[in-house]
């Protein structure tokens, strides 16, 4: 991971406020011109609202330049929230894959009949298929016999 010099980055941001300090700019004028000056995109998305104060004008927003200078300590605080953020998203996806279950679960069959017997104790009632009874489906169903028929050439 690249390191950031954050003194470097600070000098530049506080001479681009000094330089701007009677402009002001739409978001993107801003994250562009942040962007030219060495900050990463999820820098920026939480310095504009952060350090930057803003006039509402209709549904978009205008920036000005902060008037006091921006401490290093500030900028660095910045990177270590998005860091942390970034930490914890990786965390949570991470357990999340460990906590999928896997296909190739092999279930021993002593643990399958205790918890069928445990069941039938609670008064579940549990069944399974055991084939289908084609002449009662072609005796409800006489129109699925020309259907499904099967023919054997001679």
Known sequence: MKK?????????????????????????????????????????????????????????RLYGIPKEPIH???????????????????????IKKENKPSIDVFVDAKEVNDAIHLLLSKGYKISRPLGLDVKQLLADHPELAQKYMRYANI
């Open 72 to 94: 290093k300590s500030q900028i660095a605080s910045l990177y270590r929230g998005v860091n942390d953020r970034k930490k914890k998203s990786s965390k949570a996806i991470a």
């Open 4 to 60: 950031v010099n954050v003194e470097e980055l600070t000098g530049k941001f506080n001479e681009f406020r000094m330089n701007s300090l009677s402009k002001t700019f739409t978001r993107q004028e801003l994250v562009d011109k942040l962007l030219s000056l060495g900050f990463n995109k999820g820098i920026v998305s939480e310095m504009i609202p952060k350090l930057f104060p803003f006039e509402k004008m209709g549904t978009s």
